[in-house]
């Protein structure tokens, strides 16, 4: 019960935040709405016992029965951390959102957008089903364009969002395919099954592709070369969210996704030899680009 509420909350006061925004300052908004970021990262930590001694905690609701699919929440050492992470450092960044607009209906306007995006990221890193994680993966990307292109009235806000759109979009494509290949080899859906059909899914014929289909989706979400240069044009956000989105969360999503495979995919030379060589050279390269930005921004991008 309390997995459902954490990812159900935020998407709850993204809808209430619009009709209160007329009868609540920005400063208000954001005491209010950091307020359930961290009751969120609290009860979320409590869960922390009950992980420790099931491994996992997992719910599951029957969503199309003819196709045998759930909806499926999966909770255990990794997603929490993540879910920490994310309603941790969401706490701070609405605080300061709250505070960072003057306008109460442009704050709220903003907030709401934040709010639906943490639900999205925590809809994401609870995912039990490759089917709901590829949906909570595609409404990041498309939050995240809503979010950039916030000030709708500059060009350099709409060719940001739209390039970020069309990079994670076209990745998340991609990502789509190489779950569905997963899914197929491991001859479940569900995570938990996905997790324990390690030689099964090695021993698939389509063990390279989706390992490449996979690696394409995480890169482009995490900015990695050669897919790295939408995230520095997305910095013409409100700066609330290119701390929460393309810092904290989003950005976190591919490496949340990869550590999640892991147990799967790892430990084989497809595997180690791309993730050295795309890591190592993504570092050594926004490294040395980031000694030369002129702006906090751009040196928060490439760094």
């Not at 509420?5 to 925004?21: E, N, S, T, W, Y």
């Not at 409590?46 to 699919?69: G, K, M, R, T």
Request: overall charge neutral; hydrophobic content about 55%; charged content about 10%.
């Amino acid at each position: 019960m309390e997995i459902t509420f954490i990812v159900a909350l935020p998407f709850i006061l993204a809808m209430a935040i619009l009709p209160l925004r007329s009868k609540l300052s920005s400063s208000a908004q954001g005491w209010l709405l950091s307020a359930s970021m961290v009751l969120l990262f609290l009860i979320a930590l409590l869960q922390l016992p009950a992980v420790i001694q099931n491994d996992a905690l997992i719910y599951s609701q029957n969503w199309v029965e003819d196709l045998q699919l759930n909806i499926t929440l999966y909770l255990d050492g990794l997603s929490l951390l993540f879910v920490l992470i994310v309603t941790g450092i969401g706490a701070v960044i609405v605080f300061y959102a709250g505070h960072y607009f003057t306008d109460a209906h442009k704050s709220g306007r903003f907030l709401s957008l934040l709010l639906a995006f943490t639900g999205s990221m925590l809809a994401l890193v609870l995912s039990g089903n490759v089917i709901t994680l590829f949906i909570s993966w595609e409404l990041t990307s498309i939050i995240s364009f809503l979010l950039i292109s916030f000030y709708g009235n500059e060009a350099k806000a709409r060719s940001g969002a739209l390039q970020a759109l069309i990079i994670t979009g076209g990745g998340g494509l991609a990502l789509f395919i190489g779950l569905m290949l997963l899914g197929t080899a491991s001859g479940s859906m569900e995570l938990s099954e996905i997790l324990a059909s390690r030689t099964a899914i090695q021993e698939s014929p389509f063990f390279i592709a989706i390992s490449v289909l996979i690696f394409v989706g995480c890169f482009t979400k995490s900015a990695q070369w050669p897919f790295h240069f939408w995230l520095p044009d997305a910095m013409s956000a409100p700066t609330p969210a290119s701390a929460f989105l393309h810092s904290a969360t989003m950005v976190k999503a591919g490496i949340y996704l990869l550590a999640r495979l892991y147990p799967v995919l790892g430990d084989t030379p497809i595997w180690t030899n791309t993730l050295l060589t795309v890591g190592l050279f993504t570092m050594l390269y926004s490294s040395l680009v980031a000694l030369r930005q002129r702006d906090l921004k751009g040196c928060l991008a490439f760094s």
